[in-house]
């Protein structure tokens, strides 16, 4: 066991300023790795210490392992918290904090080659018995992925093997897209992870996006915190999160959350990570999908109807402690919806919109929490992703929440930059979401089908 007196920040935006003021509480002297653009960001003015690592684009600064390591070293840290993004799933630095002597405030680098792999972390599930959704293993080719597709049915999925985060993965809906889609997802998928190669899976229409929350130790203790809805998502990237789910019952509840146990037993999994499942709303059936081996950007809901800090967790388990807490003491209690918060313009299809903030006024209302980095006066570099803030609602129950959430963005005041708290109060509103008749492709068919011909009226 090994007390983290000060930990090096590889990240930045709200997940810095959240991992910092846990800092605070814990007594852990915080040291914030910042590009030239975060220099004056406000995790900057909250860190103990700031020190540059590079020029604003990504790949110069937070994606340099090397810059990274001796970042830390050189500001006398001892542990590494990397966030979520950029290097957060790239086993590389968690062996080099090994190399070093550092703590990675994650999971293991084994954990993460594991998992980082969808092939392998398709072939892990079904070692345990957890179904997966009927698929194939590597496409070599286009010839090959046309006798694929015939095999297991169209629509299907083409997904990056090295991907996450909805990059490289592409719909086909049928033979006479095959070779044109085939190119753009192996495309974007050597773009976004240096790594060309696709697999394909059956795409399930009526679809839940279910995930599990897991936290374990270094001494075999493994918990789940239930489970979170992340459906409502556009080109694959989460909008608003909520838990629990509508569409899980308790007898679904114990199966999904026994399999992610399941999963992270049998890897040995260390800190905190998610399971992500498919749920066929029509057969009722759930397949696993992938497992991110980080902190989550929705992980507040789960602390809300939980309890549970799960970053000074993540900080008490990379110290070599057990959890603080067994499976019998966790309850659900509750529920909690997050609206995520983006500089874009959803009237111009969403388009990114980075710019000087003028006003920022964030709401103070009952049952609200507000995860963010953001203040008048503000820039919104535009090298990074879009997200300004998390908007967290609270309530007794879900009706409670949604109107939480629906008072708390009517007094969320931003100018300076296009957000899309608005497109969140349109959603909120819609019958077929108050009453969780939702599913993956809910949000994208609003914007085509309503939004999107309403604001172009």
């Known amino acids: 066991m090994k007390d983290i007196s000060r930990v090096l920040i590889a990240n930045r935006g709200e997940i810095a300023v959240r991992i910092i003021r846990a800092c605070r509480e814990m007594g852990i002297h915080s040291v914030l790795a910042a590009s030239e653009a975060d220099q004056d960001s406000l995790p900057a003015r909250m860190a103990d210490r700031t020190v540059c690592i590079g020029p604003a684009h990504p790949a110069g600064s937070y994606l340099k392992v090397e810059t990274i390591i001796a970042a830390a070293l050189g500001t006398g840290a001892d542990a590494i918290h990397p966030g979520y993004g950029f290097l957060a799933e790239q086993p590389s630095l968690p062996d080099a904090c090994a190399k070093y002597d550092l703590i990675f405030v994650g999971p293991k680098a084994e954990n993460i080659r594991k998992m980082g792999d969808k092939l392998v972390a398709r072939e892990m599930a079904g070692a345990v018995g957890i179904p997966v959704i009927p698929g194939s293993d590597l496409v070599g080719d286009h010839d090959e992925a046309m006798r694929i597709a015939e095999k297991i049915g169209y629509p299907v999925l083409l997904k990056a ?26 495309a974007e998928a050597r773009t976004a ?31 789940h915190l239930f489970e979170r809805d992340c459906s409502l998502q556009r080109r694959y990237q989460k909008m608003l999160e909520e838990s629990p789910s509508t569409a899980v019952n308790a007898e679904l509840r114990e199966q999904i959350c026994r399999a992610a146990i399941d999963i992270a037993r049998h890897i040995g999994y260390e800190n905190a990570g998610t399971v992500e499942f498919i749920l066929d709303q029509d057969h009722g059936r759930f397949y696993f999908l992938e497992m991110n081996t980080r902190i989550q950007v929705e992980h507040p809901v789960t602390e809300m109807v939980t309890g549970v800090d799960l970053v000074k967790e993540q900080f008490r388990i990379s110290e070599g402690r057990p959890l603080s807490f067994t499976q019998a003491e966790i309850t659900l209690t ?31 209302e009952t049952g609200i929490r507000i995860d963010s980095h953001c203040y008048a006066g503000y820039f919104v570099p535009p090298f990074y992703d879009s997200l300004l803030a998390k908007v967290i609602a609270v309530g007794n129950d879900r009706h409670q929440a949604i109107e939480r959430m629906q008072n708390g963005l009517n007094h969320f005041l931003v100018s300076g930059v296009d957000t899309n708290i608005a497109f969140h109060r349109f959603v909120l509103e819609k019958p077929d979401y108050r009453q969780g008749r939702v599913n993956t492709r809910w949000l994208e068919n609003l914007l085509a089908e309503e939004y999107e011909h309403n604001e172009n009226d």
């Not at 909805?166 to 719909?171: A, F, I, L, T, Y």
């Not at 399930?204 to 995930?211: D, F, G, K, T, W």
Request: proline share 7%; with cysteine.
């Open 161 to 186: 093997a090295a991907g996450g985060g909805g990059k490289g993965m592409k719909m086909v809906r049928g033979p006479r897209d095959l070779k044109t889609v085939f190119d753009e997802a192996s």
């Open 193 to 223: 992870f240096g790594d060309e190669r696709l697999y394909m899976e059956h795409f399930v229409p009526n679809a839940r996006h279910i995930e599990v929350q897991i936290i374990g130790d270094a001494f075999g203790n493994i918990v």
């Open 334 to 364: 509750g529920h909690a919806v997050e609206c995520r918060i983006n500089a874009e313009s959803p009237q111009r299809g969403f388009r990114p919109s980075p710019g000087r903030i003028v006003r920022w006024e964030t709401p103070q």
